[in-house]
């Protein structure tokens, strides 16, 4: 089992910048990915920013693309995603997520998610 916290979220102005964390616990290993997911109200969970911690391969959706970032922590086992130029289209809940594989259906375990409001 692996337990993801993940903490940072709040309200913040168009153009203005925040950092996610995910603190993870339990089993955690090498060889997995992990990631970030964001489900706006009324909207299906979609993939925003993803990373093998093997290789330290990175997916990114175009819509966050130059102004999200993703990074790993792997002394204290926490994930990071720095998000910059915030837009409005941003607001949504965050989960941090792990599984084998980089994808929706690929995560095997979930946080509670973080709330980010983005507001003109």
């Known amino acids: 089992q692996v337990q993801l916290v993940e903490s940072g979220g709040g309200s913040v102005q168009v153009g203005g910048s925040l950092r996610l964390s995910c603190a993870a616990s339990?089993?955690?290993?090498?060889?997995?990915?992990m990631g970030w997911f964001r489900q706006a109200p009324g909207k299906e969970r979609e993939e925003v920013a993803t990373?093998?911690?093997?290789?330290?391969?990175?997916y990114y959706a175009d819509s966050v693309k130059g102004r999200f970032t993703i990074s790993l922590d792997n002394a204290k086992n926490t994930l990071y995603l720095q998000m910059n130029t915030l837009k409005p289209e941003d607001t949504a809940k965050y989960y941090c997520?792990?599984?084998?594989?980089?994808?929706?259906?690929?995560?095997?375990?979930w946080g509670r998610g973080t709330l980010v409001t983005i507001s003109s």
């Open positions: 990373m093998y911690t093997g290789s330290g391969g990175t």
């Open positions: 339990g089993n955690t290993y090498s060889g997995i990915c």
């Open positions: 997520a792990a599984g084998r594989f980089c994808s929706l259906r690929g995560m095997n375990y």
